[in-house]
């Protein structure tokens, strides 16, 4: 049955029509009136004049209508921002077919459509880098992922790089809703009973665990002169872990470090251990590399860098987290066993710990990676997820294989950075290659807001470039009046033409598929808000996953951390057992004053060098205190040849023969006759060179003393040869023959002396002048 309208509505349509009818008569007859008086109004006036009046005769009429069409345009516009603002019906990725863990991870929904962007397993093993500036969801994002991981049985290593306790709780808390605080690890250098026990140094062979160690060196730039004492510094630890390696038992960072600073009490105790055990070839190493140093001093200089870097490490709550005797985190097990491994650095408190402890653990997970890749038959159902959260604080250029390689391993990294800049920041040691080949072998990348140009253009270049047009549009416009020049028409009735010209043009060229003001400004609005590109051409405008669980206020998570029995194998405890020895020592002041001047007495500086005068060589050289450069002897002659090298090996020989004299032990040479200081520092000579008799010469005299190094001249001693050696030319040119000083010193010390000197000047018969 038809409805009825109520007669109210009936009456309104009527009033309607007629104030309609009323309208157009009213405009029909002020048109028509108008029309026979010209001179009363012009034409445009006169029809100006009947369209206002139905114009208010409508407004009168229809103006509910006009209210109420205001409200739904405006109830339509909210609607339209609220559409902007969240996401349509969401679409779920189908997989109802399949039986087993999730064969993928969420990332998020398509903001369009709503449908599921899904990362499935073989995509996670290419990689993801995660780019977004500070509050934009970055860190919400990787915990997602987490959340994911955990959920499906995943295993899952998180380096955390604020270190937020309630991220500690929210992940104890998902955990124990997924039955896997069993699998739970954590490593908290802060607050070390929080966590679990770590030991960076328990996997791996030798040469890993060196290369571990050699981690928390600041990188050195390629080129530097600083790379000759990091090769010194890495044959050292590749030396002294192969040796603890070779005991079999467990050791850690303090046994490492007492190594190098404390080597005259440690390196007794770990021969005692390597005799103990017949390692003839470890023992053999050890003691060359001590007869190599010759002192323990010169191995403390050369291995400074390593000590500083690595104490602040084995130090404090540090130390106590990554030293213990035992480890209850082992990333090997850990990706066998699927285990949940959350790893905080204080980054916050303590920069440059966090910095040389990430870099450790980025060692360790790099030697894991190693181990699994030599495994092929290891093929997990679900890939081992790798979240490095802030990586470029902590990156270090060798981690950038982990890119390369891992995808083979079965391992999925994902990095997150705030900018492209953190990837190649120089004075962490990072570069350009080092960020080209993070980029370049990551195939997912997730987008987020940025508040710099230069990386939202890099952005716009990684999701690549598509055909554009361009449209160009112009516009003109033209008046003119004209009327007859004598009428009065021209002021009542004036004839007005006006005149307007469109162009549009269309252009083609390359152009960003996405501009960079998108990546600054659009998805800064939306907190969360990102672009996905799968490196297949189609970014996606995508809102990214999040994860809030809904933590009960007053939940004890610390008492939910599972806790272990400690390791019952026997440890090294060389730290241990160097600091006991330690408490026996007496050592006072006044024995380091004795000792000081003991070393005063039995040590010198020679400064040694020559110079050609005519058809002959004149040279010098002098014996100095080392502290205050005091002359203690000073020695001149002359050769019969032009040849400042033989003459340098002369002086040096001489002043070895008044050291030994002068029961001088420790010597170090200098000379501004770089090839002399080359040869007799290298021990290395060409078989046959015109110096070889004296270069062994001198070498044999090199036995006498306790120690011998060669360093090239300083400005200091050029200054007091060029002076020595003007002298002496000086004195030749007057025809006085130059008088070895040292000579007089021969003849007050008996016949053995004399007889050791003339079986000395031997070599030289041929070439020096008779005195």
Not at 142 to 166: E, H, T, W
Not at 471 to 489: F, L, R
């Amino acid at each position: 049955m038809a409805t009825k309208f109520p007669p109210k509505v009936k009456i309104k349509r009527k009033v309607t029509k007629r104030y309609v009818l009323y309208a157009a008569v009213l405009t029909f007859v002020l048109t028509a009136f108008t029309s026979f008086f010209p001179p009363f109004l012009s034409t445009p006036y006169r029809e100006m004049l009947g369209y206002t009046a139905a114009l208010l005769m409508i407004v009168w009429n229809y103006a509910t209508v006009l209210v109420n069409g205001a409200k739904q345009i405006k109830e339509k516009r909210q609607q339209l921002i609220q559409q902007k603002t969240s996401l349509p019906k969401l679409i779920r990725y189908n997989n109802s077919s399949y039986e087993g863990p999730k064969p993928y991870l969420t990332l998020g929904f398509e903001e369009k459509t709503g449908r599921e962007i899904v990362w499935p397993n073989q995509k996670q093993c290419e990689h993801m880098i995660v780019v977004g500036s500070t509050g934009s969801g970055k860190s919400s994002f990787l915990f997602s992922l987490l959340y994911q991981q955990v959920m499906r049985g995943g295993g899952v290593a998180f380096i955390d790089g604020g270190r937020n306790p309630k991220t500690l709780k929210n992940l104890v808390y998902i955990c124990e809703s997924a039955n896997a605080l069993s699998r739970l690890r954590i490593v908290d250098p802060r607050e070390p009973r929080t966590g679990h026990s770590y030991n960076p140094l328990s996997s791996g062979d030798a040469d890993a665990i060196a290369n571990k160690i050699m981690k928390v060196l600041n990188p050195i730039p390629t080129g530097s002169d600083a790379e000759y004492y990091k090769s010194k510094i890495y044959r050292a630890t590749v030396t002294l872990v192969r040796a603890l390696v070779s005991i079999g038992k467990p050791f850690n960072v303090k046994d490492v470090l007492c190594l190098f600073c404390l080597p005259e009490i440690s390196f007794k105790l770990l021969e005692e251990q390597l005799s103990r055990y017949e390692l003839l070839d470890e023992l053999i190493s050890l003691r060359t590399l001590i007869m190599e140093s010759r002192s323990t001093k010169s191995f403390r200089d050369d291995l400074s860098n390593m000590i500083a870097n690595l104490g602040s490490i084995a130090e404090g709550e540090t130390g106590e987290a990554l030293c213990s005797a035992g480890t209850q985190v082992n990333l090997y097990d850990a990706v066998k066993k699927n285990q949940v491994v959350y790893f905080m650095l204080p980054r916050m408190s303590d920069a440059e710990k966090a910095t040389r402890l990430g870099r450790l653990l980025l060692g360790d997970i790099q030697t894991t990676i190693g181990l699994f890749y030599e495994e092929k038959e290891f093929e997990p159902l679900v890939p081992f997820l790798i979240l490095l959260d802030e990586l470029g604080s902590y990156a270090n250029p060798e981690f950038a294989v982990v890119f390369e390689q891992a995808r083979k391993a079965h391992f999925a990294v994902v990095a997150a950075v705030q900018s492209f800049a953190n990837l190649a920041n120089p004075f962490a040691g990072l570069s350009r290659e080092f960020k080209q080949q993070v980029l370049g072998n990551t195939n997912t990348k997730v987008f987020l807001s940025v508040s710099d140009m230069e990386d939202a253009r890099e952005m716009a270049a990684l999701v690549g470039q598509d055909i554009t047009y361009f449209k160009t549009y112009s516009t003109s416009v033209q008046e003119s009046h004209g009327a007859d020049t004598i009428s009065a028409k021209r002021f009542l009735n004036p004839t007005i033409t006006d005149r307007e010209s469109v162009t549009e043009s269309y252009s083609e060229r390359y152009d960003f598929k996405i501009r960079p003001e998108v990546f600054m400004h659009e998805l800064g609005k939306t907190k969360g808000k990102a672009i996905i590109d799968f490196k297949d051409g189609n970014p996606i405008f995508a809102r990214t996953c999040w994860f809030y669980p809904s933590v009960p206020r007053n939940y004890a998570y610390e008492e939910k951390i599972p806790r272990f029995a400690p390791h019952e194998e026997e440890p090294l405890a060389l730290w241990e057992r160097v600091q006991a020895k330690l408490k026996h020592l007496e050592i006072t002041f006044e024995d380091e004053k004795e000792q000081n001047l003991v070393n005063q007495k039995t040590a010198c500086h020679i400064i040694a060098s020559a110079q050609k005068h005519g058809s002959k060589t004149i040279y010098v050289a002098m014996l100095l205190e080392p502290k205050t450069s005091k002359i203690l002897e000073k020695i001149t002659g002359v050769i019969n040849k032009r040849d400042d090298i033989i003459a340098t090996y002369r002086a040096i020989e001489e002043a070895f023969v008044t050291a030994k004299h002068m029961h001088i032990t420790q010597i170090d040479v200098f000379s501004p006759i770089k090839t002399v200081i080359g040869q007799l520092g290298t021990g290395n000579i060409a078989n046959g060179s015109p110096e070889e008799p004296f270069f062994k010469k001198v070498k044999q005299q090199e036995k006498q003393f306790k120690k011998v190094s060669y360093h090239a001249a300083t400005a200091e001693h050029h200054a007091l040869t060029e002076k020595e050696l003007t002298a002496a030319i000086n004195q030749a040119q007057s025809k006085q023959q130059p008088k070895t000083q040292s000579a007089k010193k021969q003849k007050t010390k008996g016949k053995n002396s004399k007889t050791e000197q003339t079986n000395d000047n031997n070599t030289y018969n041929d070439l020096f002048e008779e005195t």
